[in-house]
């Protein structure tokens, strides 16, 4: 297994999503919750023309079941990142996780996808990873990282809250490009055990196959990985 292993530069990230963000067609991006992905979106925000934000879809990979506008929720505080560097896209697509009935916004989120024409996959995907090696809401050895669909929702997540919507493996493989936030020396630590033994136990195992999975890890992660 050769692996794409990068240090983290959010700037060189940004630049290289600003350049494959096309002004004429449609892109879609999907990014995860957390403070990370914003060292990453706030300098992309920078970067990118007004033609290319008319074109920018955004969606998210996990969301948390809190209200619209909660500080738990995954969209609150990207979304903060995101305008820290600039306007931001004329497409944003938030989970509806904020529904009682979390089978129909599955269900809706999973046809907005396909209305926007993203149903054959995303065209770049940004993931963090937890200590566990959890991505999105796919935790260690949980039933739905055999979910066929695009969009799940989990009730008993390890993580509070323990209801959450999430975007499928299944559905986040079949992305053009994924790039993978590695932070800090447990982060890079538990990479180390899932490259070394890949099981659904260590989720991100189930990304190294991807024909075009680049990780990015900090110094502290790296140094983890390689001791």
């Not at 794409?4 to 959010?10: H, K, L, T, V, W």
Request: charged fraction near 20%; hydrophobic fraction near 35%.
């Amino acid at each position: 297994m050769k692996l794409n292993i990068q240090s983290f530069n959010p700037d060189d990230i940004a630049e290289t999503y600003s350049g494959l963000v096309s002004a004429e067609s449609p892109t879609s991006l999907a990014i995860p919750g957390g403070r990370s992905p914003g060292k990453v979106l706030t300098p992309l925000a920078s970067k990118l023309s007004p033609a290319q934000l008319q074109q920018v879809h955004l969606f998210w990979v996990d969301e948390r079941c809190v209200p619209v506008g909660h500080e738990d929720r995954n969209d609150l505080v990207t979304l903060k990142a995101w305008e820290a560097g600039g306007p931001l896209p004329a497409q944003v697509h938030s989970m509806p996780a904020e529904q009682k009935d979390l089978a129909s916004a599955c269900s809706n989120y999973g046809e907005k996808i396909d209305k926007h024409g993203f149903g054959e996959g995303l065209d770049l995907c940004l993931l963090g990873i937890g200590p566990d090696g959890h991505f999105a809401s796919l935790f260690p050895d949980h039933e739905k990282q055999h979910h066929q669909g695009k969009v799940f929702s989990i009730e008993d997540s390890p993580k509070p809250p323990p209801q959450r919507l999430s975007l499928s493996l299944n559905y986040i493989l079949m992305s053009k490009r994924i790039d993978v936030l590695v932070l800090g020396a447990d982060k890079g630590e538990i990479l180390k055990k899932g490259v070394a033994h890949p099981s659904s136990t260590i989720p991100v195992s189930l990304l190294l196959e991807h024909s075009n999975m680049t990780l990015h890890l900090d110094e502290a992660a790296r140094a983890a990985f390689e001791a």
